[in-house]
């Protein structure tokens, strides 16, 4: 009987951290606020695009849950260059929301070349250690607090890619743009 109700109680469990995942990734917008100024938000904050030159940042509003497992997903629509990722908003905001993803820039992410970039480790960044990406691509990103890492899957063929992060600051969802580029944040997360 114990083992019965051990059982219901992961599947409830299990239903309930789907139920948040899903929250998350229909909530989630790119801001209006915390963004580059050459960067423009439409579609009720759903979609972004650029035609600057230069990397600008947009994060999104909503904050990575400090428990449990988040999951978001990123649909490339046009693209130069582009970057996906997390990061701090307080660093990314005192860079002006440009240039913000390299060693103490305070963000975790991958280009579409494959390489990583990240905040803190320097083994990790500016190398090719990720998956290329392009257009209509979809990037998931998984992002666990608790256990401090964010993971990269293209949905297309389930290469993914892991990273350790920081997690001593509130991290929000962020990309970065560079010349022609949209992208659009998916309100739901595939399998």
């Known amino acids: ?11 409830m469990l299990k239903q309930l951290q789907q139920s948040l995942v899903q929250q998350f990734s229909q909530s989630l917008t790119f801001s209006t606020i915390y963004k580059n100024s050459n960067c423009s938000v439409t579609q009720n904050g759903k979609l972004i695009e650029t035609s600057q030159y ?3 940042c947009c ?6 849950p400090k428990n449990g497992l988040i999951q ?6 046009e693209l130069s260059s ?8 307080d660093i990314v905001q005192s860079r002006n929301y440009g240039y913000c993803y390299d060693i103490g820039q305070g963000t975790y992410n ?7 970039y990240n ?8 190398k090719q250690i990720a998956f290329p990406f392009s257009t209509n691509d979809i990037i998931i990103v998984e992002v666990d607090i608790q256990k401090k890492y964010v993971k990269w899957t293209k949905q297309s063929t389930n290469q993914s890619f892991t990273l350790n992060i920081d997690t ?24």
């Not at 009987?1 to 599947?11: A, G, L």
């Not at 978001?72 to 629509?77: G, M």
């Not at 991958?110 to 990583?116: A, L, Q, R, V």
């Not at 905040?119 to 500016?126: E, P």
């Open 54 to 56: 230069g990397w600008q």
């Open 168 to 191: 001593s600051k509130d991290l929000y969802p962020c990309v970065h743009l560079h010349s022609r580029c949209k992208v659009e944040i998916l309100n739901q997360v595939f399998k």
């Open 59 to 64: 994060m999104c509003d909503q904050m990575i």
């Open 119 to 126: 905040h803190d480790q320097q083994d990790k960044n500016n």
């Open 82 to 89: 582009i970057m996906i990722g997390i990061g701090f908003r």
């Open 110 to 116: 991958i280009y579409n070349n494959g390489e990583c």
């Open 1 to 11: 009987m114990c083992q019965e109700q051990n059982e219901k109680n992961e599947e």
């Open 72 to 77: 978001f997903a990123i649909k490339i629509i």
